[in-house]
């Protein structure tokens, strides 16, 4: 099994590839390096990732540095392979209605998971230490959770789900303590079977859960408040450009870095 990141020289692939180092370590897996050969030598990228495949090797992960000269070759490959997930980076502004690189990935309809990382902070994949998984109500895919999972515990990292409930205005002004106790019950009952999953595997996470009339609003504020090292957050691809999602705005103005999950299921 291996764990595949996309590299081009740039500090934010460097960041993101450094995510992808830890996941494979976690999972055990080998980890490759891959190049799209643009109009960069491809020696000089190699160059540019040579203290990542240091690290990789410092932390006993067989890895490996491949090119392709076209879209078709890379997604002919990335077929071919026993590939757990695709890591890659995307520009800081960039909106996920963008037809960027990564979009353009996303359309092969590749049968493999995706991390898309959102880089804010640069060289901050080190030192992870608070990581937080915002969800809408307690809705949760098993595949969500097993990456927030993995992330984590190749981090040992304090982790958090963060459940907001979308609510009115009028009913908001309502809710008090009681309300709020009484909810966050109910999300950790539909969450049990997860739970149960996290002590098995020796893993441990905090649920906390929230109102809010701008889900993504508030989610900023928790993540601001609480300082987080990494955010992440489940694929979502809007088909009505006019009517954003909350999810939209944690992407398309993080705090800090981000990485978007998406199942191959839940692709384009």
Known sequence: MKVVTLVN??????????????????????????????QDNVDEVR?????IKDLADSFELDNEFV??????????????????ILFCSTKKNSS??????????????????????KVVKVGR?????KIVMPIRDSKLSVHKFTFFSSVSLAYEAKSEIYSVDKISRFRLSYQNNISLK?????????LR????LAKSMGFRFAIKH?????????????????RFDLIIIGGHYSKNVFKSHPIDILFEKPLTNTIYFIPYKEQL
């Open 125 to 129: 994949a080190h030192n992870i230490e």
């Open 67 to 84: 090119y392709f000269e076209s879209l078709s070759l890379l997604k002919e490959y990335l077929e071919k392979k026993d590939i757990a």
């Open 9 to 38: 020289g740039s500090l934010s692939s460097h960041t993101t590839a450094i995510y992808a180092l830890y996941y494979a370590k976690q999972l055990d897996a080998d980890l490759e390096f891959v190049y799209l050969k643009e």
């Open 210 to 226: 929230d109102y809010a009339f701008v889900e993504g609003e508030r989610v900023q504020e928790h993540i601001a408040k609480h």
């Open 193 to 196: 079977h997860y739970l149960q």
């Open 96 to 117: 996920i209605y963008d037809q960027s690189f990564v979009r353009k990935i996303v359309e092969l309809k590749i049968p493999l998971d995706m991390a898309v990382v």
């Open 47 to 51: 160059n540019h990732i040579q203290d």
């Open 182 to 190: 009484e909810k966050l019950q109910n999300v950790i009952f539909n």
